[in-house]
């Protein structure tokens, strides 16, 4: 997914900079960069963070820049951020971005004689370049965000930094990524992340709406857009993608969490010996759920935290197992002879749960209950790189319901938790994963665990309705 963090001030920024970008990186594994203006113009770095974490990369940077304004990333995949100059003058951006019309908007810019993208690899046109490439068909920064947004199909969130030192922050037209702003005296900062803010000196000023552009300064903000009316955060940023101290929509994770693994306990009773979480996302979830079931909470598995990290980012299949396996370590002292409650966040692909599961068993468990915090994935993300899947088959819930209907399967008919569809495919895939029993969360119960109405939270990835579309109809 990637995220981001920027910084306006009257004094030098780059520690503010360096710490506040690496609060991000929980959200992404292959890039970080960062863009800083001086006196002598824009200083600009980026490394490849696969293998070693984003401090020990930047260290350099963090004591070679001087600034008083700088944005910085951490980014799945594209090198960010990028230096762009044009007739509205040099810039750096980055963004947080799903672009799935690429092509179109590439053939687009071509025809009209417009432009051409020189940061390519074997991905094809760096999302940031053509973001870059839209807003210089426009007469302003602020006209050219505006742009941007009507243009692209998916999801975009984005910082500027001008040479004149304007900071401008716009946020997806949908709202489905989130940016929040802060300041402390002398220094305004931009965020997706609210957890990087508190060790900084920074308070929570506010949240932007959907699709609002702001241009920021050390001492306040400016709006340059109006918020628009929807509004349809990912539900994933509260189940999965959120640092636990972090809050969206003014609903922090962790208690977000907490209230889904209570809601799972409600309705998927067991009789158990400990309740556990799958870290780290799992954790919250499983305190929430041995809270309500009144079993106590332990950790069979621990992770090792210092050098693995998300098994989700990866390019490859083999190299995701491998870190999951490796990341993992398992405490055979608190898993003999035990029935066992895993809590997890969800079920993507389930060869990481299948390997799990058989690991326990081989440490002596007697049964394994898995409880998921989120319905089953059947449809893939339209809007946020929440998993690179080369195909929606690669779902385990989508490639189930395949097995069970053949090519013609209708997706839609395994969303409703109370029909004999939806109960055969999750039995399906429980033997699949050799598990005791296999529970996921009702979409309804998920809702109610966040706390915002229905109609400002994207679940499509669940429900296969996306509510910015007037048929709101299972693709």
């Not at 810019?109 to 370049?129: K, Q, V």
């Not at 998916?154 to 940016?179: H, M, N, Q, W």
């Not at 539900?235 to 640092?243: H, R």
């Not at 409600?266 to 799992?282: E, I, T």
Request: hydrophobic fraction near 35%; proline fraction near 5%.
């Amino acid at each position: 997914m990637g995220g981001f963090f920027g910084v306006i001030s009257r004094d030098d920024c780059v520690n503010d900079l360096f710490f506040g970008t690496d609060y991000h990186s929980h959200l992404g594994t292959r890039r970080g960069g960062m863009a800083v203006l001086g006196q002598d113009g824009f200083a600009r770095s980026i490394h490849d963070i696969t293998n070693a974490q984003f401090r020990s990369k930047f260290e350099q940077e963090q004591t070679a820049f001087k600034g008083r304004a700088g944005i910085g990333v951490i980014s799945d995949y594209e090198d960010q951020p990028l230096l762009v100059t044009s007739h509205l003058g040099t810039y750096a951006i980055t963004s947080v971005s799903c672009v799935r019309n690429l092509d179109d908007l590439a053939k687009t810019l071509f025809a009209a004689r417009r432009g051409h993208f020189a940061e390519t690899d074997g991905r094809g046109i760096n999302p940031t370049e053509m973001i870059a490439a839209l807003i210089d068909t426009q007469d302003s920064f602020a006209d050219g965000i505006v742009h941007v947004q009507e243009q692209v199909e998916g999801s975009c969130s984005l910082l500027i930094l001008t040479e004149k030192g304007e900071l401008f922050a716009g946020r997806d037209r949908y709202g489905r990524t989130p940016v929040v702003l802060a300041r402390k005296p002398g220094s305004m900062a931009v965020a997706m992340e609210s957890c990087s803010l508190p060790n900084l000196g920074y308070r929570l000023h506010r949240e932007l709406g959907p699709g609002e552009v702001v241009c920021l300064t050390p001492d306040g903000e400016e709006q340059r857009v109006l918020p628009r009316a929807q509004n349809h955060i990912c539900a994933f940023m509260w189940v999965y993608f959120g640092f636990p101290a972090s809050c969206f929509e003014g609903v922090n994770v962790e208690n977000a969490r907490y209230r889904c693994g209570a809601a799972l306990a409600r309705h998927g009773r067991v009789d158990a010996d400990v309740v556990a979480g799958v870290p780290d996302s799992g954790v919250g979830h499983a305190l929430g759920f041995a809270c309500e079931a009144r079993v106590p909470y332990a950790r069979p598995f621990v992770k090792y935290t210092p050098t693995w990290p998300r098994s989700f980012m990866p390019p490859n299949q083999e190299m995701r197992d491998l870190i999951a396996n490796k990341k993992l370590i398992p405490i055979p002292e608190l898993i003999q002879g035990r029935r066992l409650v895993f809590c997890d966040d969800s079920i993507v692909r389930g060869t990481q749960l299948r390997e799990q599961a058989r690991r326990l068993y081989d440490d002596g468990a007697r049964e394994i209950h898995m409880r998921i915090a989120c319905p089953p994935l059947l449809f893939g993300c339209r809007f946020l790189n929440f998993s690179r899947s080369s195909s929606e088959d690669e779902l385990i819930a989508r490639r189930t319901a395949r097995e069970l209907e053949g090519d013609k399967a209708d997706f839609a008919a395994y969303r409703d938790p109370d029909s004999e569809r939806y109960q055969t495919m999750v039995e399906r895939i429980r033997r699949r994963l050799g598990l005791t029993s296999l529970q996921y969360q009702r979409l309804d119960d998920l809702i109610e665990a966040i706390g915002l109405p229905r109609e400002q939270i994207c679940t499509y990835c669940w429900s296969g309705e996306d509510v910015t579309c007037p048929c709101k109809c299972a693709q």
